[in-house]
């Protein structure tokens, strides 16, 4: 198509895809809004030419958040945001220039080789999800298949699936490791290139498929179509399939009942945030790991502050690390305290109170409502949502945070946190109250 845009509106399209570039990675650009267009711009009206269906549908989807706040910010908000493609098919254009990055068929996904079994700590948090996984690598496509291992992130999903990967490599097995999203992008790039032969013959001469977050595949109807069929081809060929996610199939979105059933053929197992005595050991094992002395005083300050993934405690570790170095190597308490402290400190400061009092006057609740023990979902959203914004905005531990919230425990607390952060992606209500909670909480007065 070609659009004939006058020169203040080329100027406008300029500025729109630089506000898109600062709010996304370079290779989302690339792949999700090179290929875009404008085509209109009237006073209600912006409407944006894709390379076809699918990509303005994911644009849509994904990325919505990001499009309208750069409109704003490009100063041509309140228009009516339209995005038109080629044809209503995913096919696209014979001719058209390919705009998706091709898929990394000769780059494989990078395997982290410390992902491994004997780096993994094993407590009551993961102790099926290990279990499952050694039973997999012994004998796949017997023991569980699949194995679908779900829980918030942090917890160890990634490093259990590298981990199977890389005990079946050890034994010769034919296994592919590979991010739900290279899953997807590699079926968007051979909707351009119509080379079905190799996209199937990749994902179904294998032993074993691991697929990581696959929660990703609520995006795309059509990729959710292939690999349900991906699956199929694997499983009655007995070979293993296994699988994360950031929560469980019932619960990923728009993802349909056959899929959720299949997952339920083999093992569905959780991991969940470690508690206090495998937070220590975990802290123990990679202080050790780093060359670091502390004690285990130290230990147990950090396990009782740093406790919602352990992907935070090693964030933590390695901050403490750096500035020991500074210190002469020592770890003490102290500096413990005070690292922990600078960093929470990078929080915008806003208190407990006003957090409650702005949360309650939007959703016309009482405060003792929230208190509450009642499961109304009108009271329940709210309570959440306060919750969320008391983990982002305030330094409060998850404990105290419970206590504000009517002597709710930590782990509550970190349900909500992580129950509204995955509702904000997927519900545009949510997460426009939101926004205006935000907006209203940061004002500065
Ligand atoms: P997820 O995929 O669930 O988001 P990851 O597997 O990426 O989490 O884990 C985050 C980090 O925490 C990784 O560096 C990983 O090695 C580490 N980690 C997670 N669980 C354990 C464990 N049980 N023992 C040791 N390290 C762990
Ligand atoms: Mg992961």
């Known amino acids: 198509m070609n659009h004939h845009l006058s020169a203040s509106e080329k100027k406008i399209w300029i500025l729109i895809q630089e506000k898109i570039k600062e709010k996304v990675t370079p290779q989302q650009f690339t792949t999700w809004f090179s290929g875009l267009n404008l085509i209109k711009l009237t006073t209600k009206e912006i409407h944006f ?61 990078l395997i982290n080789k410390n992902y491994n079994f004997n780096n993994f700590l094993v407590g009551p948090c993961n102790r099926m ?54 899953f997807v992008n590699h079926y968007i790039s051979t909707i351009k290139t119509g080379d079905w032969d190799n996209f199937r013959s ?99 300050y950090l396990a009782d502050n740093v406790i919602s993934s352990i992907r935070e405690i090693e964030g933590t570790l390695t901050n403490i690390h750096k500035y020991a170095a500074m210190n002469d190597g020592k770890v003490d308490l102290n500096l413990v305290k005070q690292i922990i402290r600078g960093f929470s400190k990078q929080k915008q400061n806003i208190g407990i109170e006003k957090i409650l009092d702005t949360v309650t006057k939007h959703y016309g609740v009482q405060l003792s409502q929230l208190h509450s023990k009642r499961r109304l979902k009108s009271i329940t959203l709210p309570r959440q949502i306060a919750m969320h914004l008391a983990r982002k905005f305030t330094n409060l531990s998850l404990g105290e945070i419970g206590g504000y919230m009517g002597g709710r425990d930590h782990t509550t607390v970190m349900h909500a946190d992580d129950k509204i952060k995955k509702l904000k992606s997927v519900d545009r209500s949510v997460s426009s109250s939101i926004r205006k909670l935000e907006d209203t909480l940061t004002k500065k007065k």
């Open 49 to 109: 030419h894709a390379p076809n269906s699918f990509c303005s549908e994911w644009i849509e989807n994904n990325y919505m958040d990001a499009v309208v706040l750069s409109l704003k910010e490009a100063s041509i908000s309140n228009r009516k945001v339209k995005f038109v493609a080629d044809n209503s098919s995913s096919e696209p254009e014979p001719g058209v220039q390919n705009n998706y990055p091709s898929p990394n068929t000769d780059s494989p996904t």
């Open 129 to 182: 999800a290990h279990a499952a996984a050694l039973a997999v690598s012994e004998s796949p496509g017997t023991a569980y298949n699949p194995l679908f291992i779900h829980g918030s992130v942090g917890l160890g999903k990634t490093h259990l699936l590298h981990a199977i990967l890389l005990r079946l490599q050890e034994k010769g097995h034919k296994a592919l490791y590979l991010p739900c999203e290279s």
């Open 202 to 300: 990749k994902y179904r001469q294998i032993d074993v498929l691991l697929i990581d977050d696959v929660h990703f595949l609520a995006n795309s109807q059509s990729t959710r179509e292939e690999f349900f069929h991906t699956f199929n081809a694997l499983y009655t060929r007995q070979k293993q399939i296994v699988l994360s996610s950031d929560c469980p199939p019932e619960e990923i979105p728009t993802i349909e009942e056959r899929l959720i059933s299949r997952f339920r053929w083999g093992l569905i197992t959780r991991v969940d945030p470690p508690g206090f005595e495998t937070s220590v050991a975990i802290i123990q094992k990679k202080t050790a790991l780093l060359k670091m002395d502390i004690s285990y005083d130290v230990a147990c």
